[in-house]
Nanobody, 123 residues
C-alpha cells in the first residue's frame, strides 16, 4: 500500500514562512502531486498541485503569490513553501497524489493521501 508522509507543520505568527514536505513510499514520477487543507469546522479544500513532469502548477486563488509547490521525483517528494502566512491559512495540510492533475484537484478520489500535518498561524 502506497503511503505519503507529511512533515514541517507548526505554530507560527502571521507573516511568517513555513515549508511543508511530503515523502512517498512509491515512485512519484507517474503521479500529479499536491496539497489540500482542512480548516477548523470547514470542508477540505484544494491548495496547490504540480504535474508529474514539474511543468505545470496549479493554485487556489487564496494562496496564489504566497505559496509555491515543487517536487523532486528522485527523492519521491513534494514541497509546499508558504510565505506571508495568515491566520486563515490555519488547518491540517494533506499531501495527495493521483494519476493526473485534474483528478487530484477534483479530490483525488482514487489517489493516495497522507495523514496530514498541522499548521497554526496566530494573529
Amino acid at each position: 500500500q502506497a503511503a505519503l508522509v507529511e512533515s514541517g507543520g507548526g505554530l507560527v505568527e502571521a507573516g511568517a514562512s513555513l515549508q511543508l514536505s511530503c515523502t512517498a513510499s512509491m515512485r512519484t514520477n507517474a503521479y500529479a502531486m499536491g496539497w489540500f487543507r482542512r480548516a477548523p469546522g470547514k470542508e477540505r479544500e484544494f491548495v496547490a498541485a504540480i504535474s508529474w513532469n514539474e511543468i505545470t502548477t496549479y493554485y487556489a486563488d487564496s494562496v496564489k503569490g504566497r505559496f509555491t509547490v515543487s517536487r523532486h521525483n528522485p527523492e519521491k517528494s513534494v514541497y509546499l513553501q508558504m510565505v506571508s502566512l495568515k491566520p486563515e491559512d490555519t488547518g491540517i495540510y494533506y499531501c495527495a497524489a493521483d494519476q493526473a492533475a485534474n483528478l487530484l484537484m477534483a479530490g483525488a478520489e482514487s489517489g493516495f493521501w497522507g495523514q496530514g500535518t498541522q499548521v497554526v498561524v496566530s494573529s
